[in-house]
């Protein structure tokens, strides 16, 4: 399964949105010992507090002029980016890719902490109307 996968970003054969265990044997029984980690640790009611924060966050984020949508489904989160016509960017540009790494250095890429380095981002900056 995994060798599916494998190529150059020009061929498309990348899982864009990501894949869990990619086919390996030894993963297999991963999910029912996750399962069972998050029923014996609470896990959902100790992310309460950060799927608000999460909400709270990319709501934010709405005002952003190439921003057309956000979902959220607990602490998952999906963001449509476009261009100011309207039309997608070209897949070829890797827009959300390259967005992404800007969003993980800008927010420290952990929500347990305040957002506070957003005010280093330029983007973030242009937002507030610095």
């Not at 069972?36 to 709405?62: N, Q, V, Y």
Request: contains cysteine; aromatic residues 10%.
């Amino acid at each position: 399964m995994y060798d599916a996968f494998l190529g150059e970003y020009h061929e498309l054969k990348t899982f864009f949105y990501g894949h869990s265990y990619c086919g390996n044997p030894l993963g297999a029984p991963q999910p029912s010992q996750v399962s069972k980690i998050f029923r014996e640790e609470d896990t959902l009611e100790t992310l309460r507090g950060k799927i608000s924060l999460l909400r709270e966050l990319l709501d934010g984020l709405r005002a952003l002029p190439n921003v057309s949508d956000i979902r959220q489904c607990g602490y998952i989160a999906g963001i449509e980016i476009q261009k100011d016509s309207g039309k997608p960017f070209p897949w070829q540009n890797q827009t959300g890719a390259r967005v992404c790494i800007v969003a993980r250095k800008c927010m420290g890429c952990s929500l347990g902490q305040s957002w506070t380095r957003l005010s280093s981002c330029r983007l973030c900056a242009r937002r507030r109307g610095n």
